[in-house]
């Protein structure tokens, strides 16, 4: 079917820099927006950035001015370049797109299996 999946998690120092890519595959016929969340331990996942396939971008308030979503329509790959990072950025990122599949009719999310980011002070 599809498949989510996320690189570029790893440790770094507070004020350090990371970027995560997110590769889908499959049966793709076609993505609307995709997204990254996270999750710190003991929380609820949230947004932390998302795009849409014309381009369209919105931030979590804690991430503007530092972190920048990008994605490639070609090759169905989305990317988030966080720079400055916090050890309050530390968690499980995940990427998510809602794509509908080929031959399909309806929009569906996805998920990816997450990537580990932790951010030392």
């Known amino acids: 079917q599809v498949q989510l999946v996320e690189s570029g998690g790893g440790l770094v120092q507070a004020g350090g820099s990371l970027r995560l890519s997110c590769a889908a595959s499959g049966s793709i016929g076609s993505i609307n927006s995709m997204g990254w969340y996270r999750q710190a331990p003991g929380k609820q996942r949230e947004l932390v950035a998302v795009?849409?396939?014309?381009?369209?971008?919105n931030y979590a308030d804690s991430v503007k001015g530092r972190f920048t979503i990008s994605r490639d329509n070609a090759k169905n790959t989305l990317y988030l370049q966080m720079n400055s990072l916090k050890p309050e950025d530390t968690g499980v990122y995940y990427c998510?797109?809602?794509?509908?599949?080929?031959?399909?009719?309806?929009?569906?999310?996805?998920w990816g299996q997450g990537t580990q980011v932790t951010v030392s002070s």
């Open positions: 998510n797109a809602n794509l509908r599949l080929a031959g399909g009719l309806g929009w569906y999310n996805y």
């Open positions: 795009i849409t396939n014309d381009g369209r971008i």
